[in-house]
Nanobody, 127 residues
Framework: SQLVESGGGLVQPGGSLRLSCTAS????????IGWFRQAPGKEREGVSC????????NYAQSVKGRFTISRDNAKSMGYLQMNSLEPEDTAVYYC?????????????????????WGKGTLVTVSS
């Protein structure tokens, strides 16, 4: 199984980026997809989650109203649209997948963690 993130880069405050997550080697259509981020010197945090059929999404309070998670199961892809970016959003962003397909409370701290992880893509928000 493999997850590969893309779409990171340097963007000015107030700008937008769209991250993509490509899944291969497993039936990602049955898995929840989550996005996490880790800023320098900080712990990794869950950003957003979407269930296998897209009916449930969850967002960290810090990104609500600015970020939108989505997926295209036909393409085995997950996306994170990030608008109104702030310097505090600077981090390495990771996508992850989990067969428990849970995006309710504490989705980002399930026992054992997510099943599969990408290697991350760097997002830098700076003028």
């Amino acid at each position: 199984s493999q997850l590969v993130e893309s779409g990171g880069g340097l963007v000015q405050p107030g700008g937008s980026l769209r991250l993509s997550c490509t899944a291969s080697g497993f039936s990602s259509v049955y898995y929840a997809i989550g996005w996490f981020r880790q800023a320098p010197g900080k712990e990794r945090e869950g950003v957003s989650c979407i269930t296998s059929n897209g009916d449930i999404t969850n967002y960290a309070q810090s990104v609500k109203g600015r970020f939108t998670i989505s997926r295209d199961n036909a393409k085995s892809m997950g996306y994170l649209q990030m608008n109104s970016l702030e310097p505090e959003d600077t981090a390495v962003y990771y996508c992850a997948a989990d067969r428990r397909n849970w995006c309710g409370s504490n989705w980002d701290t399930l026992p054992g963690g997510m099943d599969d992880w990408g290697k991350g893509t760097l997002v830098t928000v700076s003028s």
